[in-house]
């Protein structure tokens, strides 16, 4: 509806979700975000969960978020944001129920652990900027 507000190209909006399409939408309709940009900045981080053979070192990614936006306060003042959107289950630590498969429990541990790896590095570049970083899950988006 009003893609001069997107900050890239707003024929290549890429979206992996219906929940990250609904935020989209959100930021793009409303009065308030007066700019918004979806997986157009690349943070590097270091990935705990794999290694560099040759060194033995943690092996060094790159983690693209979801979202950037601008919001226009009541004060007329502008606030840079960035989000992350995760189902509510992978923003937590997980939860090893017996009787969980073995290979489940170590899939779910090694993306908790790469996901605080990678909101580590976003909220450090937020920091820098003075930016807000926030991880929302579905609780967030629907209430």
């Given amino acids: ?72 306060l009541a004060d007329d003042s502008i606030k840079t944001m960035m989000f992350e959107i995760k189902p509510h289950k992978e923003t937590i630590a997980p939860v090893n129920k017996q009787g969980k498969r073995r290979d489940r429990v170590l899939s779910e541990n090694i993306t908790y652990v790469k996901n605080l790896a990678k909101w580590e590095a976003a909220q450090k570049l937020c920091n820098k900027y003075g930016w807000e970083f926030k991880v929302i899950s579905e609780q967030q988006i629907f209430g």
Avoid: N
């Fill in 1 to 72: 509806m009003f893609p001069e507000k997107y900050k890239g190209d707003p024929t290549k909006i890429r979206y992996r979700s219906s929940w990250e399409q609904r935020v989209f939408q959100q930021c793009d309709t409303s009065h308030s975000i007066i700019a918004w940009a979806s997986e157009e900045i690349q943070i590097p981080y270091v990935d705990p969960t794999t290694y560099d053979p040759a060194t033995g070192a943690p092996k060094l990614r790159m983690y693209i978020p979801d979202i950037w936006l601008q919001v226009k």
